[in-house]
Structures are given as structure tokens and as C-alpha cells.
């Protein structure tokens, strides 16, 4: 336990305690003052113990010492899953089947057999989100952040090719240390990444290289500096009238590649901005807005950046990140390399055209 985490512990208890004096001693941190009126000490202990590190309370003459010891306790638990979270991730399993059937040419309604063509698909997209939506969820339990488990949205196949909207978790209390926002942010697209990247690997081994058809309708999948480099691995000397027909593991790796840039920007309450907001503090706001005034130019490339900074200012109606207590304390050179890391996914995922109809 370090000062910043010990103060921390501290602030949550604003409420009931009033702290006079701080220090340190053998190696753990102590804490004198009195309990405000209306408090007493099991109003204190019960905050302490959902904290995770070692507290013992003591009171004497009215003076309360609080000593803080240890590291962090990790404790997952297994937790029950609601009917809702459930439902919803069912529910899309069904739609991802679908979607990925249809990909293989399925007619499931004359043949309702052919919706097992499309488990790869379901398997490894939702095997991405998943692993992206747990990260979140793993570190937030590790920093002692209430969030739920991830909500699978699911999307009709018919009208959205994937049949997923995405996941997420929602946080369900405050994130005050500057470490957690950046780990609990960066932990999910690293997951995302690290399961996308074999998947699309996999997927471009097992796709078949066709004959461009200049009059041929379909959608042309934009590239990214990744996509590129294992295109050349796995598909050297491609000739310029032969493309690649995605095997729908490979897109499911695609996606994930797509939704992992997409949730690296450094706008708001998205995993970038969280990462950014830790790294650079009020520096945030100018670093957000650069980022949301570069979708215009590229809407002019794709309509799809503009789609997306409506749905950024619908759903979050601001650039800025919401102010967290211990801004000012430093990150540590381990969180700094993984705010680094997240840097350059977002350069090796980024694609300037996701989506384009000929």
C-alpha cells in the first residue's frame, strides 16, 4: 500500500471521519482523527472492509486511529448471473448464429439445421467481446469497482450484417484512483486485441483468395496497418485482380480489430478516453477534442466516422472525461507503458475507410 491508495481509503470515509493527523510506521500507514456525529465505529469498519487492503480500527478516548497495511487483496468471486445479462447474451448468440449462417449461404428457414454454419462466427466474435467486456470486469473487481457483468446486445441479421450491437459493463460506483481508470480501461481492448489477432490469423489462413469481379456487389472491408502485414504473411504476391473472401473467422477477427480502435479513441468515456485521462489529466480536453474534430475530415472518407461522433455526442454528450479525486498523482512507469501499448493497438488497428460499397 502506497500513500495515494491509503488517502483514498480515506476520502471514503469523509462522511464518518474527520482525519487530524497521517504517517507512516513499520511499514504501515496510520491514520488519527475523531468520528463525526451520527457516525460510529462500525459506520467506519464496514467501508473499510470493501476495501482491498488490511484495516484495523481502534478507538481510545474518543480518538480513532485507522492503520492501513498490506497489498491488494484480489477476491473473484463467482458471481450469480441476472436473467437479463443472460437473456441478452442467449439472445445474441442466436442473432450471431444467424448472421454468421447467412454469411455461408444458409437459407435457415427452408433448412433450420444450417444455423450450426454459422457457429464459427458466433463462436469468435463472441469469444472477442466477451474477453474484451471480462478485462473490464476483472479490474474493476481488482480495484474494488462495483460493475456489473457484460450486456450482450444482440441486432437483427437481416438489417445489421453482424447481428450484434456489442457488450459492455457498467460501473456502478466511482473510480478514484488514477492506476484503476487507466488498468480498468486499458484492460479491455488489450484482451479484445490479444484474442482478434489469432482469430484473424486463423480466419486469413482458411480464406479463399477469388478473382476481383469489377460488377461484383458486396462490401470491401477497409485495412489497417495489421491487416495488412498478415495479408502479405499469409498471402504473399498477391496479384492485383485477386482478393481475399473473407472466411467469417477472419471477419470476426476483423470486427474485433474494428471495435478495439473505434473504443481506443481518446474521446470521453470511451476505454481511450479513459486511458488518456489518466495519462494526461486536464491536458485530456484538448487531446479529446483534437480527436473528435478529426472525424469530420475523415467522414469525407467514410461516412462511418461521422455516424460515429453523432453517437458519441448522443450517448455521451461531451468530449471531457468526468473528474476523478487523485488526478494529480503520478502513474507509475509500468501504467504509463500500458497506456503506450494501448497507443500503438489503436495505430495498428486504425482504418481510415472501415466500410466500402463499390
Known amino acids: 500500500m502506497n500513500e495515494a491508495q491509503f488517502r483514498q481509503t480515506l476520502v471514503k470515509l469523509d462522511g464518518n471521519f474527520l482525519l487530524k493527523q497521517i504517517g507512516q510506521s513499520n511499514g504501515s500507514w496510520i491514520a488519527i482523527g475523531r468520528l463525526l456525529s451520527g457516525s460510529d465505529i462500525g459506520d467506519v469498519q464496514r467501508i473499510l472492509n470493501k476495501e482491498p487492503f488490511d484495516y484495523l480500527i481502534s478507538s481510545e478516548n474518543e480518538v480513532i486511529t485507522i492503520t492501513g497495511s498490506g497489498e491488494a487483496n484480489v477476491i473473484l468471486r463467482i458471481p450469480k448471473i441476472p436473467k437479463l445479462h443472460l437473456g441478452l447474451f442467449l439472445a445474441t448468440v442466436l442473432t450471431t448464429l444467424i448472421a454468421g449462417a447467412m454469411m455461408e449461404g444458409a437459407n435457415i428457414f427452408s433448412n ?13 466474435l463472441l469469444l472477442i467481446l466477451g474477453c474484451h467486456e471480462f478485462g473490464h470486469y476483472y479490474y474493476a473487481i481488482k480495484h474494488n469497482v462495483d460493475a456489473t457483468l457484460p450486456y450482450f446486445i444482440p441486432a437483427p441479421p437481416f438489417l445489421f450484417l453482424i447481428g450484434t450491437f456489442g457488450a459492455f459493463i457498467k ?6 484512483r488514477r492506476d484503476a481508470l487507466l488498468q480498468i480501461g486499458a484492460a479491455g481492448p488489450i484482451a479484445g486485441f490479444i484474442i482478434a489477432v489469432p482469430a484473424l490469423i486463423i480466419g486469413l ?8 469481379d469489377s460488377e461484383q456487389v458486396g462490401i470491401i472491408l477497409g485495412d489497417s496497418i495489421l491487416m495488412k502485414l498478415l495479408t502479405f504473411v499469409i498471402h504473399p504476391g498477391l496479384p492485383e485482380n485477386m482478393d481475399i473472401l473473407l472466411h467469417p473467422v477472419a471477419f470476426a477477427g476483423w470486427i474485433g480489430l474494428l471495435v478495439t480502435m473505434l473504443n481506443l479513441l481518446p474521446i470521453s468515456q470511451l476505454d481511450g478516453g479513459h486511458i488518456a485521462y489518466a495519462m494526461l489529466g486536464e491536458k485530456h480536453k484538448t487531446v479529446a477534442k483534437a480527436a473528435f474534430l478529426t472525424l469530420l475530415p475523415l467522414s469525407f472518407l467514410s461516412l462511418n466516422w461521422l455516424i460515429w461522433g453523432v453517437l458519441i455526442l448522443v450517448l455521451m454528450r461531451s468530449t471531457k472525461h468526468p473528474p476523478i479525486h487523485d488526478i494529480k498523482t503520478p502513474l507509475s512507469k509500468e501504467n504509463m507503458y500500458i497506456g503506450y501499448a494501448c497507443l500503438v493497438i489503436f495505430f495498428l488497428c486504425f482504418i481510415p475507410v472501415p466500410f466500402q460499397i463499390p
Do not use: Q
Open 112 to 124: 433450420p439445421m444450417e444455423i450450426t454454419k454459422g457457429i464459427p462466427f458466433s463462436f469468435t
Open 171 to 176: 460501473i456502478k460506483s466511482p473510480i478514484y
Open 205 to 212: 489462413m482458411i480464406s479463399s483468395v477469388v478473382t476481383v
